[in-house]
Nanobody
C-alpha cells in the first residue's frame, strides 16, 4: 500500500522561504520519478518539479531558480526547497509518484501573503 504524506506548508511573506517534505511508504523500485505539483484556487493542477531515480531533475519555468527538489532515497523522502516566494506560488502542493501518473498525497497548503 503506497502512502505519500506531505508536510512543511504554511503562511509566509513574499520573498520568504519554505521547505516541503513528502514521506513515501510502500514505494517499489519501479517508481522511477517523484514529483511536486500544485493547484491554486480556481486553477488547474500544474507541474512544479520532478526528480528521477537516476537524479535527473526538471522544473517548471515559473519556479526555475527559486525552487530546489531533492530526495533522500534511504528515507524515501522527497523535498522541495522554495525560496523567493511570490503571491502566485500560493497553492495546495502535492507530491506524486511516477511523474504524476501514479499515487498522490493529500497536499500541503502554501500561502504567500
Amino acid at each position: 500500500h503506497v502512502q505519500l504524506v506531505e508536510s512543511g506548508g504554511g503562511l509566509v511573506q513574499p520573498g520568504g522561504s519554505l521547505s516541503l517534505s513528502c514521506a513515501a511508504s510502500g514505494i517499489t523500485d519501479s517508481t522511477l520519478c517523484m514529483g511536486w505539483y500544485r493547484q491554486a484556487p480556481g486553477k488547474e493542477r500544474e507541474f512544479v518539479s520532478t526528480i528521477f531515480h537516476d537524479g535527473r531533475i526538471s522544473y517548471a519555468d515559473s519556479v526555475k531558480g527559486r525552487f530546489t527538489i531533492s530526495q533522500d532515497n534511504a528515507k524515501s523522502t522527497v523535498y522541495l526547497q522554495m525560496s523567493s516566494l511570490k503571491s502566485e506560488d500560493t497553492a495546495l502542493y502535492y507530491c506524486a509518484t511516477d511523474c504524476g501518473t501514479g499515487y498522490w498525497g493529500q497536499g500541503t497548503q502554501v500561502t504567500v501573503s
